[in-house]
C-alpha cells in the first residue's frame, strides 16, 4: 500500500523559532493535507492544498504541494508554546470511485517557552 | 453544528467482550471513516462508506464490522475484543474527496 514518509519524527525547539517538517511519498497524491493533534483530542485540519506547486498559508502556517506531487512541507514561523502537539501529514488518492487518506506517522513538536 | 461526535470516550473491555463505537455526524457529509491510532503508528483506515448503504475494507479490518445506519451514523462493532485491538478509535467524515473532520476519539482497553 501507500506509505508516506515524515520527518522529523520529533523537534524540540525554542520558544520563537522557526519550524520545517515534510513528507515524502513514493505514490502521487491529489490533495496533500496538515493535520494538528492536540493530547486527548482528535487531529483538526491546518491546511489543505489541491494543486502541484501550490502554496498556502493560514497565519503562522505555511505549507506547499510539491511539483512532483509526492511531497509537501509545513513551516510554522515565531513558534509558540500553544503550537505543542503532533503534526500528521496526509496524502490523499483517488481509489476506484472512492477517496482515501494515507496518513505520516506524525512529528510531535515541544516548544520550550 | 456539532461536526463529528463519538461516543463512548472512554472504554474498558474484557477479552471476549463485544462493544459497538458509535459515530454521527451533522454535516451532511457522503463518506464516513473509522481510525485506530496507536503509538508511532499514525492513523490507520480500518473500514469506510463513501455513501450511505455502502462501506468498504480499510488498511486494517480484521476484527471489525461496521453499519452505515443512515447518512448521519456509522458504528463499529467489535465482536470478540483482543487486547491487541487497544487503542484510539477516531471517526471522520467528508464530502467526497474533500479534507475529512475529526471526531474527539474512543480510547479502548482490553484487558
Known amino acids: 500500500g501507500q506509505q508516506l514518509n515524515q520527518s522529523p519524527q520529533s523537534m524540540f525547539i525554542q520558544e520563537g523559532e522557526d519550524v520545517s517538517m515534510n513528507c515524502t511519498s513514493s505514490?502521487?497524491?491529489?490533495?496533500w493535507l496538515w493535520y494538528k493533534q492536540d493530547p486527548g483530542e482528535g487531529p483538526v485540519l491546518l491546511i489543505a492544498?489541491?494543486?502541484?506547486?501550490e502554496l498556502t498559508s493560514n497565519g503562522r502556517l505555511t505549507a506547499q504541494f510539491g511539483i512532483t506531487r509526492k511531497d509537501s512541507f509545513l513551516n510554522i514561523s515565531a513558534s509558540i508554546p500553544s503550537d505543542v502537539g503532533i503534526y500528521f501529514c496526509?496524502?490523499?488518492?483517488?481509489?476506484?470511485?472512492?477517496?482515501?487518506?494515507?496518513f505520516g506517522k506524525g512529528t510531535l513538536l515541544t516548544v520550550n517557552p | 453544528n456539532a461536526g463529528v461526535t463519538q461516543t463512548p470516550k472512554f472504554q474498558v473491555l474484557k477479552t471476549g467482550q463485544s462493544m459497538t463505537l458509535q459515530c454521527a455526524q451533522d454535516m451532511n457529509h457522503n463518506s464516513m471513516y473509522w481510525y485506530r491510532q496507536d503509538p508511532g503508528m499514525g492513523l490507520r483506515l480500518i473500514y469506510y462508506?463513501?455513501?450511505?448503504?455502502?462501506?468498504d475494507k480499510g488498511e486494517v479490518p480484521n476484527g471489525y464490522n461496521v453499519s452505515r445506519l443512515n447518512k448521519r451514523e456509522f458504528s463499529l462493532r467489535l465482536e470478540s475484543a483482543a487486547p491487541s485491538q487497544t487503542s484510539v478509535y477516531f471517526c471522520a467524515s467528508a464530502i467526497g474527496g474533500y479534507e475529512q473532520f475529526f471526531g474527539p476519539g474512543t480510547r479502548l482497553t482490553v484487558l
Open positions: 496526509a496524502g490523499q488518492g483517488k481509489v476506484g470511485s472512492n477517496y482515501k487518506l494515507t
Open positions: 505514490s502521487i497524491f491529489n490533495t
Open positions: 492544498l489541491y494543486k502541484a506547486g
Open positions: 462508506s463513501a455513501s450511505e448503504g455502502t462501506t
